[in-house]
C-alpha cells in the first residue's frame, strides 16, 4: 500500500510498527505496574492492569522498605479469653483502633461471612502477633509469612524448630517460589490477597487483586496472583485469604481518618480475623 505524498519508506516503516501493535482488546502476555509512589517514610504504592484472554484484572500494592528503621507491624491480637481466637472486625476498624498507616487482611479465618460490628474468629494455621502465638502451627497450611523482630521477611514451608523471634506470622497457601509460580494455570479467579518478599531481601510486597467485578476486575487464578506478585517485585511469596476479604487500607493524606485503596467484591468491607497493620512516618518528617 502506498499513501500519498508519502515517501516510501516511510510508509514501509509505518506498516512494519503496526504489525508489531496488538490489536485493540488483545491479551498481554503480563501485568502492566504503573510507577510506585511514595505514600510514608518506606511505604510506597503502585497500581496495576492486566487485560487477559478471560477479561480485565486490577490490582494495587505496597511495597515496604525492611530497612527503614522507623517502620513498625501491628497484627490482630489475640481475643484473651473470648470465645475463639482473635476478635474479628474489617480493615478500616482494624485501621482506626490500632491508629496504624496501613492495613491488609491475612489469615483464612471461621465463621464467616458477616459485615457489620465485630464477632470471634478462628484462624486457620500458624499466626503470630507481635511475639505471642495465637494460632499453631497447622499441616493444612504449611506456607507462612513470617517476620522477625529485626524486620527480616521470609517464606516458612515448613515448621519452624524455634518461634521466639517472630513477631508476626500469617499463613496462607503456597504461591511463589524462587521466582516461579508453583500453581499451574486455571481458570478458579477470585479476588486475591497476596504478600511476597523481593529476591534480595530488601522489599515486602502486599499486594490485592480485585474480582468478581467484571467491568472493572474478574479476579486472579493462584497462577495469575503469582505472576503479579512476580510483576510487583516479589521472588518468594504465599495468597493469604481472598474473595470478600481482601482488602487494603491506607490512612489518607490529612491523617484523619482511612481509604480503601481497593474495591471489595461485595462493596463492604467484611468482618475479618486478622490483619496486618504498618506504622510509618509521614513523608515531610
Known amino acids: 500500500m502506498v499513501i500519498p505524498g508519502v515517501p516510501l519508506c516511510a510508509t514501509l516503516v509505518a506498516l512494519a510498527l503496526l504489525t508489531l501493535l496488538p490489536p485493540a482488546g488483545a491479551a498481554e502476555e503480563k501485568p ?27 490490582a494495587v500494592a505496597v511495597r515496604i522498605d525492611l530497612r527503614d528503621p522507623d517502620i513498625r507491624f501491628h497484627a490482630t491480637p489475640d481475643n484473651g479469653e473470648a470465645p475463639l481466637e482473635t476478635d474479628g472486625e474489617t480493615g478500616p476498624q482494624f485501621a482506626r483502633r490500632h491508629r496504624v498507616q496501613l492495613a491488609v487482611n491475612t489469615a483464612f479465618f471461621s465463621p464467616c461471612c ?14 503470630v502477633s507481635q511475639g505471642q502465638i495465637v494460632s499453631p502451627w497447622s499441616s493444612e497450611r504449611p506456607a507462612v509469612l513470617a517476620i522477625d523482630r529485626a524486620h527480616r521477611a521470609t517464606v516458612l514451608r515448613s515448621a519452624p524448630t524455634d518461634t521466639g523471634d517472630y513477631w508476626f506470622a500469617g499463613a496462607g497457601m503456597d504461591l511463589l517460589k524462587a521466582g516461579r509460580p508453583v500453581v499451574a494455570p486455571n481458570d478458579n479467579r477470585h479476588p486475591r490477597t497476596v504478600a511476597g518478599v523481593s529476591q534480595d531481601n530488601r522489599h515486602l510486597i502486599l499486594a490485592v487483586i480485585d474480582g468478581r467485578q467484571p467491568k472493572h476486575s474478574i479476579g486472579a487464578s493462584l497462577h495469575e496472583a503469582a505472576r503479579w506478585l512476580l510483576s510487583f517485585g516479589g521472588h518468594e511469596g504465599i495468597n493469604f485469604d481472598g474473595g470478600g476479604s481482601s482488602i487494603l487500607v491506607v490512612q489518607t ?28 512516618r509521614p513523608l515531610d518528617q
Do not use: C, M
Request: aromatic share 14%; net charge positive; glycine share 16%.
Open 253 to 280: 493524606a490529612a491523617g484523619s481518618g482511612y481509604d480503601i485503596l481497593n474495591r471489595p467484591s461485595s462493596g463492604l468491607p467484611r468482618v475479618n480475623g486478622a490483619h496486618l497493620g504498618l506504622f510509618a
Open 32 to 58: 502492566a505496574i504503573g510507577d510506585w509512589k511514595p505514600r510514608f517514610q518506606g511505604i510506597s504504592i503502585a497500581r496495576g492492569t492486566w487485560a487477559t484472554a478471560a477479561g480485565p484484572q486490577a
Open 114 to 127: 458477616s459485615y457489620f460490628g465485630s464477632e470471634p474468629k478462628d484462624l486457620a494455621g500458624f499466626y
